[in-house]
């Protein structure tokens, strides 16, 4: 008998929001469980969400949160390994390394990305510490911006090296563009509330990474 998953109180937490009853909940990770050890065998995420019942396919929709149903045609293979990973992003994936994260049909800007070495999240979580939800979207956005940058014609470009980007040598290009970046906002609209919620953030999140890494 394969024993169901763990989920964090985060994962739960998000479960609970999204209208999960303790019995959903449950029979999510139970679900989730059977998925991981198929996959273990397959490899391929959209045969396993192709073997799953109407029912489990509408539970899975439920707990990530989507608005249609899942039409595994449709999905890509990032897409679908996706919609088997846990709610806090334990498990996800971003295939093609490029900070845009697919899941099911959708795509979202994670920061940190989920194929970043751990002490990048443990540094994350510790730089916005008490910070507001849309101050953290804000800087998401600003790191994401940073690390990949903005696709302006609709070309893919190549997947960012997670390895080189992290590494000392990266992270002190990174905060070079991003404090050369917030110097130049800061020239053109003086110090708003927005570039000194970047600053003070810059600095947390270098203590934090030199911390962590």
């Not at 999905?75 to 996800?92: C, Y």
């Not at 295939?95 to 999240?121: Q, R, Y």
């Amino acid at each position: 008998m394969i024993s169901p998953v763990n989920f964090s109180e985060k994962s739960t937490q998000l479960l609970r929001a999204r209208g999960l009853s303790d019995d959903q909940v449950s029979d999510f990770s139970a679900l989730l469980a059977n998925a991981n050890d198929a996959m273990a065998a397959s490899g391929d995420a959209r045969q396993v969400l192709n073997n799953m019942s109407r029912d489990e396919l509408a539970l899975v929709q439920k707990a990530a949160s989507l608005a249609d149903r899942i039409d595994v045609s449709r999905l890509s293979a990032e897409g679908a390994q996706n919609l088997l990973a846990h709610p806090d992003r334990t498990g996800m994936v971003d295939l093609n390394s490029d900070g845009i994260v697919e899941i099911g049909i959708g795509k979202a800007i994670m920061f940190p990305p989920v194929n970043a070495p751990e002490f990048v999240s443990q540094a994350w979580e510790e730089a916005t510490a008490g910070m507001s939800e849309g101050d953290k979207m804000l800087m998401e956005f600003h790191c994401h911006v940073m690390t990949f940058g903005i696709d302006l014609d609709g070309t893919p470009e190549e997947g960012v090296s997670m390895e080189a980007q992290w590494s000392q040598e990266g992270r002190t290009e990174w905060f070079t563009k991003a404090r050369s970046a917030l110097e130049f906002s800061v020239a053109l609209d003086g110090w708003t509330r927005e570039n000194l919620l970047e600053r003070d953030f810059y600095n947390r999140f270098e203590s934090a990474l030199n911390k962590f890494a």
